[in-house]
């Protein structure tokens, strides 16, 4: 009590007098300067007395020091000190020994200006860093090295991105029998003997080339030789007696019965080079063909037609005599060099002929894995994609073209038609592209389906455009509305990655998915929103008007499309699609430079297309829509086939497929 009596004390003495008023002003002050204010001037002049400074003299030796510091200061370079505080991360990037010129790879799609983008610029921008290009490396320049490292991914993404949409597209064929059968082969039919002809349909550009269809060939049970295709037309009598008459197969050619099921089990130890067995003659005028001494240069009409008056009396037959035969000495054999290239494949006949495993479960497997390497491959390189991808499937039928007349005359196994047939021999699988032209048929399909829940229509415009009169034209592909005359969708390029075209034998009906992707432009730009405004429709008969852009866009044909969607078992939604080509003709021209086009809806080529779409894809892909510059997107490849040791989702769109097509088969039966 006494400290705090003392203490107090001590405190208030120490109380200015002026603290009871606080910071403001008191009255006497604001009186004061008013009276100041308010007195005249003359009242107020200055004094000539000069008033004392109190204080401390100037130090003129630190003033010198001050002036010595200041002189040495450079003023241009200001922020030198705070370079030397931070601290640069430097890191490159070099292109692959395959990319001949960087300068592409660093050059993207067109933005909004239409001017094409600059991965550089975009990459410093979005990473915070300084990108510049000196020869075949990228220089990245940063202060955080998180920034840095991911710019250098973005730039390994660009250029993977780049490799892959320069790739042809990868075609995967797949051949499946539905149902558990025996030890079949396959048989390259002409279409024209092809039992189901009328449920195969082509486009004008396909119609012109000759076609095949893979048919299943089974074994006697009796004899074990191959008997002809159910599927497979006899020649007409008035075409067989046209052709030359040709003399009878020599009987060594023909198999004996009783050896045909001991030489089978030989032939598949064999490799695939030398097992694949000739065809019978199925009512075809064929020749024989030795596989063990085949030449390259065809022997000539002469000598072709005294091999077939005469049959040959040894086991080989000789060379033709357009040929000089110069002995050689054969150079001495290498036991270990071949033993090593046909152990692969006695190894994988080995592994697939084990009696536990039948054909049916051997092909699933081997179909498989295929599919998924494939499309594994496809998605992982456009994760870095901006724009649309799609991962679709189509009804139609699977052809093949350019095949050799020895492709044709022989039996071949399904693990053969990928590896031998497509990749060595030059034969392309070729999908019509079209699952019927028939109304009745596609109207027969649709009765097994559930009730639609959506009805769409719209016009497929394919052009040739470009923005500068000094650029050449590219194609471009433009989507309008059918119910009101505006652009939906401009497309600048459009790409098919991976193709996988699936035999279904002794059925009607195959089916293609793709994995595709494209590219999309601005449609409120030249010189597609110039193009719009002269397009006019006809709401009742949807035929339309239009003008080519003189110099920048010109119209080559018009797709008319209407889709009706049916939800069958979740996810999976079946799209019917009428597709109509529709005829342009040009109108009387008015004298004023303008020249209208006709397009006549309703006169056109019509076909249809059945294709199934697994929704669950749709949220993913979306976002590649907005993806950035050298940036993946969010979701992975199991994301869309399914786990990598059992892709069970890519396995569900399989058997939706297979059991669309099995429903479809007793409908036409």
């Given at each position: 009590m006494q400290i705090g009596t003392g203490l107090l004390g001590r405190l208030t003495s120490e109380i200015d007098e002026d603290m009871l008023y606080g910071t403001f002003p008191t009255l006497d002050m604001v009186k004061a300067a008013e009276a100041y204010q308010d007195a005249p001037t003359n009242s107020r002049a200055p004094s000539t007395v000069a008033s004392k400074v109190v204080g401390r003299p100037l130090d003129l030796d630190d003033l010198d020091e001050v002036?010595?510091?200041?002189?040495?200061?450079?003023?241009?370079?200001?922020?030198?000190?705070?370079?030397?505080?931070?601290?640069?991360?430097?890191?490159?990037?070099?292109?692959?020994?395959?990319?001949?010129?960087?300068?592409?790879?660093?050059?993207?799609?067109p933005l909004s200006n239409l001017q094409a983008s600059d991965y550089l610029v975009l990459v410093g921008k979005d990473t915070d860093t300084e990108c510049t290009l000196e020869g075949r490396e990228v220089r990245i320049v940063g202060t955080d090295a998180d920034q840095v490292k991911e710019a250098v991914q973005r730039f390994q993404n660009i250029q993977t991105l780049y490799k892959r949409r320069r790739r042809p597209t990868n075609v995967v064929p797949c051949v499946h029998y539905p149902t558990q059968s025996a030890e079949y082969g396959l048989y390259f039919c002409n279409l024209n003997r092809y039992k189901h002809k009328a449920f195969v349909d082509l486009?004008?550009?396909?119609?012109?080339?000759?076609m095949h269809v893979l048919l299943p060939v089974f074994r006697h049970p009796k004899t074990g030789a191959y008997q002809k295709p159910k599927d497979l037309l006899n020649v007409p009598e008035q075409s067989v007696e046209q052709e030359r008459p040709i003399p009878p197969r020599p009987t060594w050619v023909q198999q004996s019965s009783s050896s045909?099921?001991?030489?089978?089990?030989?032939?598949?130890?064999?490799?695939?080079?030398?097992?694949?067995?000739?065809?019978?003659?199925?009512?075809?005028?064929?020749?024989?063909?030795?596989?063990?001494?085949?030449?390259?240069?065809?022997?000539?009409?002469?000598?072709?037609?005294?091999q077939q008056q005469s049959p040959p009396r040894e086991d080989f037959p000789a060379l033709p005599n357009n040929r000089r035969y110069v002995p050689v000495k054969e150079p001495t054999p290498q036991?270990?060099?071949?033993?090593?290239?046909?152990?692969?494949?006695?190894?994988?006949?080995?592994?697939?002929?084990?009696?536990?495993?039948?054909?049916?479960e051997m092909a699933k497997v081997y179909n498989l894995n295929n599919m998924q390497t494939a499309l594994t491959e496809g998605l992982e390189?456009?994760?870095?994609?901006?724009?649309?991808?799609?991962?679709?499937?189509?009804?139609?039928?699977?052809?093949?073209?350019?095949?050799?007349?020895?492709?044709?005359?022989?039996?071949?196994?399904?693990?053969?038609?990928?590896?031998?047939?497509?990749?060595?021999?030059?034969?392309?699988?070729?999908?019509?592209?079209?699952?019927?032209?028939?109304?009745?048929?596609?109207?027969?399909?649709?009765?097994?389906?559930?009730k639609p829940f959506n009805h769409t229509?719209?016009?497929?415009?394919?052009?040739?455009?470009?923005?500068?009169?000094?650029?050449?034209?590219?194609?471009v592909i433009m989507i309008m509305n059918q119910g009101i005359v505006e652009l939906r969708k401009v497309i600048t390029r459009k790409t098919k990655v991976t193709e996988i075209d699936w035999v279904s034998l002794d059925r009607k009906f195959d089916f293609q998915m793709s994995l595709?992707?494209?590219?999309?432009?601005?449609?409120?730009?030249?010189?597609?929103?110039?193009?719009?405004?002269?397009?006019?429709?006809?709401?009742?008969?949807?035929?339309?008007?239009?003008?080519?852009?003189?110099?920048?866009?010109?119209?080559?044909?018009?797709?008319?499309?209407?889709?009706?969607?049916?939800?069958?078992?979740?996810?999976?939604?079946?799209?019917?699609?009428?597709?109509?080509?529709?005829?342009?003709?040009?109108?009387?021209?008015?004298?004023?430079?303008?020249?209208?086009?006709?397009?006549?809806?309703?006169?056109?080529?019509?076909?249809?297309?059945?294709?199934?779409?697994?929704?669950?894809?749709?949220?993913?892909?979306?976002?590649?829509?907005?993806?950035?510059?050298?940036?993946?997107?969010?979701?992975?490849?199991?994301?869309?086939?399914?786990?990598?040791?059992?892709?069970q989702t890519l396995v569900e769109y399989v058997k939706c497929l297979l059991l669309l097509i099995e429903k479809c088969e007793p409908l036409f039966s």
């Open positions: 002036k010595e510091k200041i002189a040495h200061v450079d003023i241009y370079d200001l922020d030198s000190s705070d370079d030397e505080a931070t601290n640069e991360i430097t890191a490159s990037f070099t292109f692959s020994k395959n990319i001949t010129n960087p300068k592409d790879v660093l050059t993207g799609p486009l004008y550009h396909d119609s012109l080339r000759p045909s099921s001991t030489n089978a089990q030989h032939r598949r130890s064999l490799p695939n080079t030398h097992s694949n067995m000739e065809a019978p003659l199925w009512g075809e005028n064929r020749a024989f063909i030795n596989n063990y001494a085949s030449l390259p240069s065809t022997p000539s009409p002469t000598s072709r037609a005294q036991p270990h060099s071949r033993r090593v290239l046909r152990l692969t494949s006695q190894q994988a006949d080995a592994a697939v002929h084990q009696p536990h495993q039948n054909l049916l390189g456009l994760r870095g994609f901006k724009g649309e991808i799609q991962l679709e499937a189509k009804l139609g039928k699977v052809l093949w073209t350019n095949l050799a007349s020895d492709i044709q005359k022989k039996i071949w196994e399904f693990r053969d038609i990928k590896d031998l047939v497509v990749k060595e021999h030059g034969v392309k699988p070729v999908f019509n592209d079209l699952t019927t032209a028939s109304e009745d048929i596609i109207q027969t399909i649709s009765e097994i389906l559930p229509g719209c016009f497929e415009i394919h052009a040739q455009a470009r923005n500068q009169p000094t650029l050449e034209y590219k194609p595709s992707c494209q590219e999309l432009g601005r449609v409120d730009v030249r010189p597609y929103s110039t193009f719009i405004k002269k397009v006019s429709v006809c709401p009742i008969t949807n035929q339309m008007t239009f003008e080519n852009v003189r110099d920048f866009l010109k119209v080559d044909h018009i797709l008319h499309k209407q889709k009706t969607r049916y939800r069958i078992h979740f996810p999976f939604i079946v799209e019917i699609t009428r597709v109509e080509r529709i005829p342009l003709k040009p109108q009387p021209t008015t004298g004023y430079g303008v020249e209208k086009i006709l397009g006549m809806t309703g006169k056109g080529q019509v076909w249809y297309d059945l294709q199934v779409y697994y929704t669950n894809h749709d949220e993913p892909f979306r976002s590649n829509l907005g993806v950035s510059a050298g940036k993946l997107a969010s979701w992975t490849v199991d994301d869309i086939l399914g786990p990598k040791d059992q892709p």
